[in-house]
Structures are given as C-alpha cells and as structure tokens.
C-alpha cells in the first residue's frame, strides 16, 4: 500500500532565521506557502516518519501552530483499496 500524510507547520522567525528554516523545508521537499514578516508556513506530504522528522527540526524554532491529516491510504498496482 501507498501510505502518505499532509502536514501544515507554521513558525515564527526571525529575519534571521527565515533563510534557515526555508532551507529545512527544502531539504524536506516542502512547499513554502506563505511567508509574512513575522511566520512561515511550509506545506509538507510524506510518510508519517518524515513528517515526525520535519516536526522535529522545526520544532527547535518557535513553532506556533501545526496540523496533520493523518495516514492516507491505497492499495498499489491493480487492488482496490
């Protein structure tokens, strides 16, 4: 089966610590969804694991709000889910 989450993190930063936290969701291959002068919000879909992992490292700014879909699920090749 393809096992797969969304998550929603917003942090606030410092201009300082943007360039920082933007290369974090790079690396985690996440979508930068809005930035104001004070927060960013990064997109991010992936195993529950690399959803942990990201949590993790943004977890050592000030991570204000996150959201999570938990697991979506389907069969792969010709199964129905």
Sequence with gaps: AVTRELA???V????EQRAEILQIAEVFRSK???ITEETITVEATGTSE???ALEKMLANFDLREMVRTGKVVM??????T
């Design 8 to 10: 929603l993190f917003k």
């Design 12 to 15: 606030a930063c410092t201009v």
């Design 32 to 34: 930068t969804i809005d």
């Design 50 to 52: 690399k959803m942990d």
């Design 75 to 80: 069969a792969r090749g010709t199964q129905i």
